[in-house]
């Protein structure tokens, strides 16, 4: 094979082979799985807090110094997500959740009982996590 022609295939196999090393481009994407995990953590934490404040009379302060928040906040980070998501990800798919509960049009009254089987479900996951893992 002449050396050009050897040089020319190099060149063309040589991204397809990066992409495909353990350190390529297309690994350090996150899986869709993990991005879905993650922001099913962050909205869940982020109910919960919410839900502590508008429905339990918390201070911001009280709410996030729980026990299923603190360890939904350390799943969060145990698992990488503040790499995989953004603050913007997180916030549309808390607002997207409490848009299909019925959104701003619900006054704190009727939020507090749509959202309850959520937060029960959050406080239930994490109330007992493993913080280095999920279960």
């Not at 969060?76 to 916030?91: H, P, T």
């Not at 009254?109 to 937060?119: D, H, L």
Request: charged letters at 25%; hydrophobic letters at 40%; one cysteine or more.
């Amino acid at each position: 094979m002449k050396l050009k022609t050897l040089l020319a295939v190099s060149a063309l196999l040589l991204p397809a082979l990066a992409l495909a090393a353990p350190n390529g481009r297309a690994n350090r994407r996150p899986r869709q799985s993990q991005k879905a995990l993650c922001l099913e953590i962050a909205v869940a934490r982020a109910h919960m807090v919410t839900y502590n404040v508008t429905c339990r009379s918390y201070s911001k302060e009280e709410a996030v110094r729980t026990l299923q928040v603190e360890n939904a906040g350390a799943v969060y980070r145990n698992q990488g997500c503040q790499n995989i998501l953004s603050e913007a990800d997180v916030r549309n798919a808390t607002m997207a959740e409490i848009n299909l509960l019925g959104g701003r049009k619900l006054n704190n009254e009727q939020y507090c009982s749509a959202i309850k089987p959520a937060v029960d479900k959050a406080e239930e996951w994490f109330d007992n996590a493993d913080v280095d893992g999920v279960h």
